[in-house]
């Protein structure tokens, strides 16, 4: 697995307040959607691209255009529903297939209750799910996701715990993931601490 923390002041900003007990649903809501918007401008910085011809109103010039815009992002329900604006934001283009997964609380196995995942044959995948936990659901994603066929497979992540990471590098070593911050561990109810709580609760007001 490729790890990369991404490193930015407004990432450190606004993960800082994202924790904040305090901060409300509204806030969060847009927290989570601007870290996003970061998150995806370097998840996508090695994105193939084509030289094309362009028509300014001054001349032609020559551009560069993405050179595969077949992207899917694929949020794990419910938490990874609050990343799919800040994705689409920059990827405008991109179809959503959303992925029904949730950890069970006491056994800590991912269970599935819904799948629409549809033909994703040579295309580009973003992963999103605020937490990587255990990464039991993400995993159970990356399965699904696999069978498909996609040319490439990326996760992106607000917060991810080692042990999380440890799995998904043990079995999934090529994907790469994205986090704008590696918290120290998970707690006995596989909670990430110091980590900012649960993110479904959060961003839904369903504490
Ligand atoms: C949260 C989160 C991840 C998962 C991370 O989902 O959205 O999917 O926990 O923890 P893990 O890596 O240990 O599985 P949750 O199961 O709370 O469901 P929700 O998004 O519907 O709240
Ligand atoms: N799911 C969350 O939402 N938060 C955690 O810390 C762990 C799993």
């Given at each position: 697995m490729g790890l990369t923390v991404v490193n930015h002041p407004l990432l450190d900003h606004k993960v800082t307040i994202l924790r904040d007990v305090e901060t409300s649903p509204k806030k969060f809501r847009e927290l989570v959607t601007e870290m996003t918007m970061l998150l995806a401008y370097e998840a996508t910085r090695d994105l193939q691209v084509e030289p094309v011809k362009v028509q300014t109103p001054l001349t032609e010039t020559e551009g560069r255009i993405l050179a595969n815009p077949d992207i899917v992002i694929i949020p794990i329900l419910r938490a990874g529903l609050g990343m799919v604006d800040g994705m689409l934001n920059l990827l405008p283009f991109a179809n959503v297939f959303h992925l029904g997964l949730r950890r069970d609380e006491t056994t800590f196995t991912p269970i599935s209750y819904y799948n629409n995942i549809r033909n994703l044959r040579d295309k580009i995948v973003f992963v999103v799910d605020p937490m990587l936990a255990t990464a039991g659901p993400l995993t159970a994603a990356f399965d699904k996701i696999q069978m498909h066929s996609p040319l490439m497979i990326k996760a992106v992540t607000i917060v991810a715990s080692p042990e999380g990471l440890e799995k998904v590098e043990s079995e999934y070593p090529d994907i790469q993931v994205y986090t704008a911050a590696l918290d120290e561990r998970l707690n006995d109810d596989a909670?990430?601490?110091?980590?900012?709580?649960d993110a479904g609760d959060r961003l839904f007001g369903t504490f």
């Open positions: 909670y990430i601490v110091p980590g900012l709580g």
